[in-house]
């Protein structure tokens, strides 16, 4: 589940019964929705304005902050010198977004509930933890069977997970990207290469000249 190392999320596959009970039952009325969609499996509560709201209070509860950081930062993980997105605040972010947009709080509150739920395998009793406190193996293997299960809530959170990481000033400096507005400065672009129009110079006239 590491998108950073390009795991296709849509190639991903598992066996294992990870879902039991009331995820089974959450996951397969996800399923049998036919939401309208945009930009492939994503659904339209999914997209929201790029910016977070600043004077909205979250409605995160704790357990559910802690849970969605997890999340974050196990499909954005941390690198040398640089925290992963939920350590980075965007559960911070996403919890904002959330109280703007009744949609997408649906849509992630039953997603973070089948990954929960989804941590009980083999009968075993949910840990007091959930998902947090499962292994790192088997929190990708959760994230995996949530993914093939609800495709829409898992397009939504991947695209705010990196909407969230790659926005931040601190990642724009590893990553030596100028943060700055495009005008009145501009962006630096490369020295445009005239020998690009040396193809076009060689065809014939293809237009029809008019008086």
Known sequence: MDYQDNDAAGRAR?????????????????????????????????????EAPVDLPGVLAEDQRTLLTTI???????RAGLAGAGGLGGAAVLDRTFAA??????LFFEGLTA??????????????GGFVELSPEDQQRVLR????????FFAALVDHAYRGYYTRPEVHRVLGYAN???????????PFNVALLDRQRLRL????RTR
């Open 14 to 50: 598992t066996s294992d019964p990870a879902t039991t009970g009331v995820a089974t039952g959450l996951v397969t009325a996800a399923m049998n929705e036919e939401p309208t969609t945009v930009a492939g499996s994503q659904v339209t509560a999914g997209v929201t304005p790029r």
């Open 72 to 78: 974050l930062d196990r499909l954005v993980p941390a």
């Open 101 to 106: 947009s009744p949609a997408l709080r649906r």
């Open 115 to 128: 990954i929960d739920m989804a941590s009980v395998g083999d009968g075993n009793p949910l840990p007091n």
């Open 145 to 152: 069977s949530v993914e093939i299960a609800l495709p829409s």
């Open 180 to 190: 700055r507005p495009p005008q009145p400065d501009g962006q630096q672009l490369p």
């Open 205 to 208: 006239p293809f237009w029809r």
